[in-house]
């Protein structure tokens, strides 16, 4: 395939565009167990014009897809400068969003979107405890009218921000799926022209600008000091750019959680429930929690950029029949939502579509505050002696660690 083109922002210094301090990024924790160690894939090799040097690349990715379903991906187009001054444009909306604006794009989560502003009192519309997690997510109809669905303080910037999220999805997501393809031994296009949503620097996914400020002592106690629960993401991939403040924890191949490491300038890539059931189960989708950081980070503000990516949302999904890694390996049947999508199917029963399992997740999710709900015997139950959270969503049954 032809060499990838760097990024190439919009200037951000023309005139009428108000001053944007830096972001400083804050320090690194010096705790040093518990950590995870990730595979690093350099997504430039895919330019190389040696054969063996792609090759080798392909299987790195297989293996780090179906030992971990989490990656480093390195070398994907964007310095550390210009995704610097993305944070920078995040930091800037949560110094400068008004009042009136939090009111009036107040997401409402039970439509089954993020859409908009996540005010810092847990994942519904109405205010609980508080958590201390404010966001701004970025869907299909909020980048066709940025007037209306995008805070004010925004506007001057959302020719770079809309830049940024077209070259994610345009080409980083791009070329990640042509390598996942090739895993699956498919046309290098298979996932980006059957699997993933078009139609927005997003398709049918979104991007989000996240803060997370330090939590109240009586909210850590509630939560036991989860800020969001164990999960999967029910989408296609997910691109988390590493910051220095260590709250992302992965579940460990051993049944233990462990923080995620910082790689200035890398991408986290985790893999998503589409791409589970797709893979016939040979991509693992990866489990994950945001947990309170080491002790020397408390008190440090958290600031995340992530690009949810979303399969087409009419499909229903299922294996990718047509791959030669499926039809000669067979599928993996031990695997989380991928078993439990091929059971029903084996049932003669009808599988969610991608967007029914999406919205159905984010309409009926609850805090970690929430001790009506997470508690045995309700939303919890002991497995092997490991507390899980365990819910139903359309039939389809989902256990996962707290």
Request: proline share 8%; hydrophobic share 35%; with cysteine.
């Amino acid at each position: 395939m032809a060499p990838a083109a760097p990024f190439n922002p919009p200037t951000s210094n023309l005139p009428g565009k108000p001053f944007v301090p830096d972001w400083i990024p804050p320090p690194v924790t010096k705790e040093t167990h518990n950590f995870a160690q990730l595979k690093s894939i350099d997504l430039s090799l895919l330019d190389s014009e040696d054969p063996a040097v792609v090759d080798g690349l392909v299987q790195n990715v297989k293996k780090a897809i179906r030992d971990d379903g989490f990656l480093f991906l390195e070398n994907y187009g964007v310095s550390l400068e210009q995704l610097h001054h993305q944070f920078a444009l995040a930091q800037y909306l949560y110094n400068n969003i008004s009042e009136e604006d939090k009111q009036r794009l107040l997401f409402d989560p039970e439509t089954g979107a993020w859409s908009g502003y996540k005010h810092p009192y847990g994942f519904k519309r109405h205010r609980g405890p508080p958590d201390g997690i404010e966001q701004f997510n970025w869907y299909k109809p909020d980048w066709e009218d940025t007037e209306g669905r995008v805070p004010k303080c925004l506007h001057p910037f959302m020719d770079e921000i809309e830049s940024f999220c077209n070259y994610l999805t345009q080409s980083v997501n791009r070329r990640l799926l042509t390598l996942l393809s090739r895993v699956l031994e498919l046309p290098d296009d298979y996932l980006w022209d059957n699997v993933q949503s078009h139609g927005s620097p997003t398709g049918e996914g979104y991007f989000r600008h996240a803060l997370f400020r330090p939590v109240q002592k009586s909210t850590e106690e509630a939560s036991k000091g989860l800020r969001m629960h164990g999960h999967t993401d029910f989408g296609l991939t997910t691109l988390l750019f590493s910051v220095p403040i260590s709250c992302l924890q992965i579940w460990g191949r051993d049944e233990q959680w462990y923080y995620v490491p910082y790689k200035p300038g890398a991408l986290v890539v985790n893999i998503g429930d589409t791409l589970e059931i797709v893979s016939g189960g040979h991509f693992k989708a990866t489990r994950h929690r945001v947990y309170k950081p080491p002790v020397d980070q408390r008190n440090e503000e958290r600031l995340s950029l992530v690009l949810f990516n979303s399969s087409i949302g009419d499909l229903r999904m299922g294996p990718a029949k047509e791959s030669p890694l499926i039809q000669r390996e067979g599928c993996v049947n031990e695997q989380g939502v991928y078993k439990e999508f091929k059971d029903r199917t084996t049932e003669g029963k009808i599988v969610p579509t991608n967007k029914q399992w999406r919205e159905i997740q984010i309409a009926t999710a609850t805090d970690p505050t929430d001790t009506v709900h997470n508690r045995v015997g309700v939303h919890q139950v002991v497995i092997n002696g490991k507390l899980m959270h365990q819910r139903e969503y359309m039939g389809v049954k989902v256990c996962l660690p707290v």
